[in-house]
């Protein structure tokens, strides 16, 4: 993401929280409720959440945006992220650099030895491995974020959803309250 200026934006937290979610669909297409994660944060002696979903529906709706370390660190392992994409700053912003990261120690390696190497190096290492990848028939680049799975943003059959006019809003509630 970048502004009109080309610098690449900051993501909020919740922001995150929001392209994780689009990830992690289940079968049916459904995000996981913020009660299915809090559940998911829960460890196993204890049984009791670490997240409340009241937790992470502050996170997601961006009311809450300072949590602890422990939150976080509940929240990636619930969503399947590396913890480090939850924290604030333009290094962290790149989910698919942070997963290749954590989960293959070669890529740990070619970091390592890239170490004191100048610029022009590292440059000629990357059209290496952009070759590399046309080779394979893979795309050059490879996007910060990955693309949700086909089909996840298209309505899903069911009952549409209408908003209730004032005087229907009203007149339900009064029904509840009498107990009707």
Do not use: Y
């Not at 994780?20 to 944060?41: C, E, M, N, Q, V």
Request: include cysteine.
């Amino acid at each position: 993401m970048a502004d009109a200026s080309g610098a690449p934006e900051l993501m909020s937290l919740s922001e995150k929280l929001l392209a994780l979610f689009r990830l992690r669909r289940d079968a049916d297409g459904f995000t996981p409720s913020a009660h299915d994660i809090a559940k998911a944060t829960s460890k196993p002696p204890h049984c009791k959440p670490v997240v409340s979903h009241g937790q992470v529906n502050s996170l997601l709706n961006g009311s809450s945006c300072n949590p602890r370390s422990s939150t976080v660190t509940a929240l990636s392992q619930a969503l399947g992220a590396p913890a480090a994409f939850l924290l604030p700053g333009p290094e962290w912003d790149d989910l698919t650099a942070l997963c290749v990261f954590r989960e293959q120690p070669e890529a740990r390696e070619v970091l390592r030895l890239m170490q004191g190497l100048p610029a022009e190096d590292i440059v000629e290492v990357m059209s290496m491995l952009r070759k590399m990848r046309r080779d394979a028939g893979l795309p050059e680049d490879v996007p910060a974020i990955p693309p949700p799975p086909p089909g996840v943003d298209q309505p899903r059959e069911g009952r549409p959803r209408r908003r209730l006019s004032l005087s229907e809003a009203a007149e339900r509630a009064a029904a509840d309250l009498e107990g009707r």
